[in-house]
């Protein structure tokens, strides 16, 4: 069975700090990993995506994850955040029945 | 081109009455699927389709929960004799192709059921 755990459910960070959004799996087989972004009244929109290719991945708007098999992660993180940066942002992890399996989310506000 | 929709946006209904909500997914895309989200939850996976052909409904709570794809398009999500628990924003996903888990699923707005 696979299962996703992100760590704080609110992250408030300021204007041009680092963003981490922390996120650890668990899964039978090698898994396929997602962040997704929710941004309000919108659908969610895929930030980046691991697939075995490379353990680092880069996003879209700044953002990268990296895939560690030893610590079962994939944390989220932007070196500088920005206002429009403020959004919900889910972890998901897909095997081979590809279907997802979300986290709870995490909501981040930006402080200017 | 445009996104996955679906409709309505918003329903409010009473306890005991059925609801229909429907998902309009991009154009060609194959595969088809409905994900549940409460409040403060991320998205539970209810059931997909490959075309047509409903593949896996593991997900759907009860047998009040039923969906369809009937012409490999357009898909319904119906909910017969609806409690209060039901409330929740449904969200639709549709994909490309079928048969890939790391396929990039495209997510419509939502419809937020409230059962009173």
């Known amino acids: 069975a696979q299962s996703v755990t992100q760590l704080g459910s609110h992250v408030s960070v300021s204007e041009g700090a680092l963003v981490l959004l922390r996120c650890n799996y668990s899964?039978?087989?090698?898994?396929?990993l997602f962040w997704y972004v929710q941004y309000p009244n919108q659908g969610l929109q895929l930030l980046l995506k691991?697939?075995?290719?490379?353990?680092l991945v880069k996003g879209i708007n700044g953002f990268e994850a990296e895939f560690k098999k030893s610590e079962t992660s994939f944390h989220l993180t932007k070196p500088s955040a920005h206002m429009s940066d403020a959004a919900e942002y889910f972890c998901?992890?897909?095997?081979?029945?590809?279907?997802?399996?979300f986290g709870a989310g995490t909501t981040v506000t930006v402080r200017a | 081109g445009a996104g996955v929709s679906q409709s309505p946006r918003y329903k409010v209904t009473k306890r005991g009455q059925d609801v229909a909500l429907r998902c309009d997914p991009i154009?060609?895309?194959?595969?088809l699927y409905w994900y549940r989200q409460a409040l403060g939850q991320g998205p539970e996976f209810l059931t997909y389709?490959?075309?047509?052909?409903?593949?896996?409904k593991s997900g759907l709570p009860n047998d009040r929960f039923s969906a369809e794809r009937p012409e490999g398009s357009i898909s319904t999500l119906t909910i017969q004799r609806t409690e209060q628990r039901d409330s929740a924003m449904y969200r639709c996903?549709?994909?490309?192709?079928?048969?890939?888990?790391?396929?990039?699923?495209?997510f419509g707005p939502g419809t937020r059921l409230t059962v009173l």
């Open positions: 389709f490959n075309y047509e052909a409903q593949q896996d």
């Open positions: 899964s039978s087989v090698p898994p396929y």
């Open positions: 996903a549709s994909s490309a192709t079928a048969g890939v888990s790391y396929n990039e699923q495209f």
């Open positions: 998901a992890v897909s095997e081979k029945d590809y279907k997802l399996s």
């Open positions: 691991y697939t075995s290719a490379a353990t």
């Open positions: 154009s060609g895309h194959v595969s």
